[in-house]
């Protein structure tokens, strides 16, 4: 009914301006004609006895200035009705710019919606309604932020205050809708003013897209993801028990190993070399690969690895093969699955956590920053580790004299830049220590401990 009002309007309006520009050309003529006719009168009154050639034309140069007069009034007659039609084709290639416009509005998916400065709805497109779940009457003159989420109200007005004021904002804003019924829906809409010089009032315009099916799937993908890290943790902590169980006296020692490797990575990762290298994913890899530092020790005979008191040279050198088995099995891990990155540092540390700076360590011998920085950083934390846990032959040492020994061996043993890293987050040791000690039992077994201190004649 509406569309046919405004067709009916258009119609009589294009009749109308058709009718003005025709009686502007026959108003032009007939002012010409008019002129005519009073100087010729004129001329009958001044000079009745004159001819009515000479009544009606006058004088040469008078014809000429009837006739050029006559045709300046024809002339602009002419221009005014074609003016009055090129606006009126104008006002017809709009409007069918309009339906155009309207019709692919009508057709997408996404909500297309007009509001005023105020933030009332002046247009929307079925989609719209839709997303709204409401008709378009319920909607039009009703405010946007009405429909949101009270949540969401501040946020909206002040994205959409900076529209208004043409100042710098984001593309588009993550909104709730409150729709008929009860429900809602998570939108994402865009904004911006609209450039339309004959409406009387600023509108701004933009799409509204629904976005709730996305986030419930990255919600469920996230969760997803967070299981299976749990499972991973799970099963790195399993196989690293594996070796723990053989060998039990370490106590809490892999919670502890994890806990000093997490603190001094965070640390060295705001060091500038290192900054664009230790990132928050390499702090978690490192986090969760650390315990499986001594995993290889699954392959060692028990009457090396449980023996009490001082290795002898070859079961030491035997003892020694553990890196090896570990480095290998996780190496053959690796290659089954490339991109988890977590399995990659656990392989280097595996292999590599007993390398020492001075190229004196084992298996390989390495030196110096060719030891993959993993393997340096639990270098020192199983090293912290094995100096200050108590065992059945000895008394665990100090913070401060462990301290001082990782200090005397900067650049020897350890690398400098894990020592400095360690030692600037040493109150981060001492709660960790403190925390991870405080239910520790006592076993009679050898440890890990005798390696550390046989390895490094501490």
Not at 120 to 149: V, Y
Not at 219 to 242: P, T
Not at 296 to 311: E, F, H, S, T, Y
Request: hydrophobic share 35%; aromatic share 10%; with cysteine.
């Amino acid at each position: 009914m509406n569309a046919f009002s405004d067709n009916q309007i258009t119609l009589q309006r294009k009749t109308i301006d058709d009718r003005i520009g025709d009686s502007m050309l026959a108003f032009g003529i007939g002012i010409a004609i008019c002129y005519w006719f009073f100087n010729a009168l004129i001329c009958f009154f001044d000079s009745p006895d004159s001819g009515w050639k000479m009544i009606l034309m006058g004088t040469e140069l008078q014809l000429y200035e009837k006739l050029a007069v006559s045709a300046l009034f024809i002339a602009f007659g002419s221009h005014v009705q074609s003016n009055i039609k090129k606006r009126r084709q104008s006002e017809d290639n709009l409007q069918k710019s309009n339906e155009k416009y309207r019709i692919i509005l009508e057709s997408i998916e996404e909500g297309y919606y007009e509001i005023n400065f105020a933030g009332e709805f002046k247009f929307i497109n079925n989609s719209m309604c839709k997303i709204m779940a409401r008709t378009e009457q319920e909607i039009i003159g009703t405010n946007i932020t009405s429909h949101l989420d009270n949540k969401d109200i501040d946020g909206f007005k002040t994205f959409f205050n900076k529209i208004k004021n043409n100042e710098k904002h984001a593309n588009t804003i993550e909104c709730e809708f409150q729709i008929k019924g009860g429900g809602r829906k998570i939108i994402e809409m865009s904004a911006s003013v609209m450039a339309v010089f004959n409406l009387t009032e600023g509108r701004v315009r933009g799409i509204v897209r629904d976005i709730t099916e996305k986030k419930l799937l990255e919600k469920n993908l996230f969760e997803s993801l967070e299981d299976v890290k749990e499972a991973r943790a799970g099963i790195i902590l399993g196989l690293a028990k594996l070796a723990e169980y053989r060998d039990t006296d370490t106590g809490r020692h892999l919670e502890r190993i994890r806990e000093y490797s997490k603190a001094i990575a965070l640390k060295m990762s705001n060091l500038p070399q290192y900054s664009g290298y230790i990132t928050s994913q390499y702090i978690e890899d490192i986090y969760q690969s650390s315990i499986l530092h001594d995993i290889g020790k699954v392959g060692v005979p028990d009457a090396i690895l449980l023996k009490k008191g001082k290795l002898t040279d070859e079961e030491y050198e035997k003892i020694k093969i553990h890196t090896l088995l570990g480095g290998r099995a996780l190496s053959d891990i690796t290659k089954r699955f490339k991109d988890q990155t977590f399995l990659t540092i656990a392989k280097e540390i595996a292999f590599y956590h007993h390398e020492k700076w001075n190229g004196k360590g084992y298996p390989r011998q390495l030196k110096g920053e060719r030891i993959p920085l993993s393997a340096r950083i639990i270098a020192i934390a199983d090293v912290y580790d094995a100096l200050t846990s108590k065992r059945c032959y000895k008394q665990k040492l100090s913070h401060t004299k462990a301290k001082e020994i990782i200090i005397n061996e900067k650049g020897e043993l350890f690398d400098p830049d894990v020592v400095d890293s360690f030692l600037a987050c040493e109150n981060k040791f001492l709660e960790i220590c403190k925390a991870f000690h405080r239910d520790d039992t006592l076993p009679d077994s050898r440890t890990n401990t005798v390696m550390i201190h046989q390895e490094y004649n501490f």
